[in-house]
């Protein structure tokens, strides 16, 4: 069983930049890709970024794709989602997902991922 705390999320306006970060409640460097998507209120849930276990290829979102990076702390695990040139629509719950490798069919699918964060809110203002 894996325990995922998420933090960061606040209250920011158009523009600003914000770090999300997601600590697990044990290694997962070399057998778990860890995942973020996000809710937005009457959306379904979106793909936001991945980074992979054993290598730590990343991928994104369209919508995110430039402004968002995703790394891992290799000395704890924990994984950062740095966000930049905020956007209103980027406003949601944003969710920290860890997946036991390998994938059965796309990192985007929500549905592969074994363990789930609580979530944390993110607020772009105009």
């Known amino acids: 069983q894996v325990q995922l705390l998420e933090s960061g999320g606040r209250l920011v306006q158009a523009g600003d930049s914000l770090r999300l970060s997601c600590a697990p409640s044990?290694?997962?460097?070399?057998?778990?890709?860890m995942g973020w998507f996000r809710r937005a209120p009457g959306k379904e849930r979106e793909f936001v970024a991945v980074?992979?276990?054993?290598?730590?290829?990343?991928a994104y979102g369209g919508s995110v794709q430039g402004r968002f990076t995703i790394a891992r702390d290799n000395a704890n695990d924990t994984v950062y989602l740095q966000m930049n040139s905020l956007k209103p629509e980027d406003t949601a719950v944003y969710y920290c997902?860890?997946?036991?490798?390998?994938?059965?069919?796309?990192?985007?699918?929500?549905?592969?991922?074994?363990?789930w964060g609580q979530g944390t809110q993110v607020t772009v203002s105009f």
């Open positions: 980074i992979l276990g054993y290598g730590g290829r990343t």
């Open positions: 044990i290694l997962t460097s070399r057998t778990y890709s």
């Open positions: 997902a860890a997946k036991r490798l390998p994938f059965r069919r796309d990192y985007s699918d929500p549905d592969e991922y074994d363990y």
